[in-house]
């Protein structure tokens, strides 16, 4: 694998610890009995060089990334470039090149997965610091005598959007705990608070929420967080972020970078061509992956990872990275197959959902109950299917 990753010489050159997670032990010889993880952590601890810091050096935090705390509010993470850091007055240094003074109240380490407070914290340590609240990523927390700011980091804008609101089907209220717009509001406006790659506005619409974010997958796992919160919502399609320059329509684009064996080099350029993608860069290192860079619109990802993994057989590795503002590109086909649709309400019965799998992808077991208009699967073919998937009983 390592060979495979274009591995260098001395990263080929690296110890080996034998581990049984499950048992939770690990030795380095065969041989010897294992009875913890000791070996393990000493085994990190004598090989990872520690960090490169100047104790004697002002203090200077960066904010990489942002939590909330009903207690003490916004929370910074982040690491301790130089200096230490403790409670007590600072001069915050924002990226856009101003600065004030601020008070930290408190300020948090971790002891294995539990957060812990702590009276002070050196160069090296990755601490939550409390007090700040408008502070955002990038921000430095410098000495107060000697503010010297880090070199700010940039933040990917959002590229997609989708529009959250209450759930008015005709099961509303059936399955989730928190089902009205006001509590769907304030959960929306809660993940704001420690995910600043949101944006989050409200629309003409009392009961829906216009959301950004980043992707897909961002949004995604924001929606599946709050189905496992309780919340019961409905949302629409995703779509992409445009913005005006010049008089011209300009859209999103992404870096994507794509690691996969060379066999689906071909397989991969198709899929990528029929969503506007260009080949920019590629990468045969002499093994047996090839890595490729493409330079795609952000609508062209949407629902592109799934079947990536299908196509590549779980092999390829993708990573997308926000890359400017290009003009639109042009129609981008959005569906290659149909939907089924049940055309009544009820329970949906064996003998249909039996004779529906040659058609396509069935989304509900049998027994399930559907209503009108239900997308129930996916057909094999580009056309919409009324599907007659219950029976009522007389």
Same mark, same amino acid.
């Given at each position: ?22 048992? +939770? ?12 993880? #000791?070996?393990?952590? *000493? ?37 301790? #470039?130089? +200096? ?6 600072y001069t915050l240094c924002r990226v856009d090149g101003t600065q004030q003074p601020v008070k930290i109240t408190q300020i948090y380490g971790w002891r294995a997965l539990k957060r812990i407070?702590?009276? =002070? ?34 933040? *990917? ?11 008015? =089907?005709?099961? !509303?209220?059936?399955? +989730? ?5 006001? #509590? ?9 608070? #420690?995910?600043?790659? $949101?944006?989050?506005? *409200? ?8 959301v950004t974010g980043r992707g897909e997958f961002q949004l995604a796992i924001i929606i599946e967080t709050m189905r496992r919160e309780g919340y019961e919502l409905q949302v629409s399609k ?10 011209? $329509?300009?859209?999103?684009?992404? $870096? ?31 093994? =047996? ?11 062209? $990802? ?33 569906? !290659? ?44 073919? *580009? ?10 009983? !007389?």
């Amino acid at each position: 694998m390592f060979i495979d990753l274009d591995a260098t010489e001395d990263q080929l050159d690296f110890p080996v610890v034998y581990s049984n997670a499950r048992a +939770g032990t690990a030795t380095r010889h065969l041989t010897q009995p294992a009875d913890n993880l #000791k070996p393990l952590f *000493d085994l990190i601890v004598e090989t990872l060089p520690g960090p490169v810091v100047d104790p004697a050096a002002p203090t200077q935090f960066q904010a990489n990334n942002l939590d909330y705390n009903d207690y003490v509010g916004r929370l910074a993470i982040g690491r301790i #470039k130089n +200096g230490a850091l403790a409670t007590g007055t600072y001069t915050l240094c924002r990226v856009d090149g101003t600065q004030q003074p601020v008070k930290i109240t408190q300020i948090y380490g971790w002891r294995a997965l539990k957060r812990i407070e702590l009276a =002070s914290a050196e160069a090296g340590d990755i601490v939550a610091v409390a007090g700040i609240e408008d502070i955002g990523i990038g921000d430095t927390i410098a000495d107060r005598e000697n503010p010297k700011p880090l070199p700010a980091l940039r933040i *990917d804008e959002p590229t997609i959007g989708m529009v959250f609101s209450a759930n008015n =089907s005709p099961w !509303s209220g059936r399955e +989730g705990e928190f089902v009205t717009s006001r #509590k769907l509001r304030e959960r929306l406006f809660y993940e704001q608070k #420690k995910n600043v790659s $949101l944006r989050i506005v *409200d629309t003409e619409q009392p009961d829906s929420f216009q959301v950004t974010g980043r992707g897909e997958f961002q949004l995604a796992i924001i929606i599946e967080t709050m189905r496992r919160e309780g919340y019961e919502l409905q949302v629409s399609k995703p779509t992409v972020v445009t913005r005006e320059i010049n008089g011209t $329509l300009h859209e999103p684009v992404e $870096l994507l970078v794509i690691d996969v064996p060379e066999d689906f080099i071909g397989v991969v350029s198709q899929l990528l061509a029929m969503r506007k993608g260009k080949m920019t860069k590629m990468i045969h290192p002499g093994s =047996s992956r090839v890595r490729l860079e493409f330079s795609v619109p952000s609508r062209g $990802l949407i629902g592109f990872r799934s079947r990536f993994l299908t196509d590549t057989r779980g092999t390829g590795i993708m990573n997308a990275l926000f890359d400017g503002w290009a003009p639109w590109h042009g129609a981008i086909q959005a569906r !290659s197959n149909g939907a089924m649709v049940a055309d009544r309400e009820g329970a949906a019965t064996p003998y249909a959902v039996f004779h529906l799998q040659e058609r396509g992808i069935i989304f509900i077991p049998p027994g399930a109950r559907v209503y009108e208009g239900m997308v129930v699967g996916e057909y094999s073919r *580009d056309v919409d299917l009324n599907v007659n998937i219950c029976r009522e009983k !007389s």
